[in-house]
């Protein structure tokens, strides 16, 4: 049993996903003037994540994150929705 509570607890660490910026992720694309196409093509997220993603549909692994900001420039803090 707490070999199986470990594993949950794991598999829960490892799926998190955060919230993202959608307004920031958008207006940093747009300055950039990148289209989601292009975005995905640097990035190597694809084009549902980052619509997912920029209509608040779904959230986003730290990797994906981590892909997104440096395709375009920034660090990764700057895509995540801020604890309120």
Known sequence: MFVYIIVLEF???YSARMEVNM???RELRKLKVLSMRELEERSGVSYNTIWRLETGKTGAQPRTIRRIAEALGVEPSELVKAEE
């Open 23 to 25: 307004q920031r992720l």
């Open 11 to 13: 598999l829960q660490m």
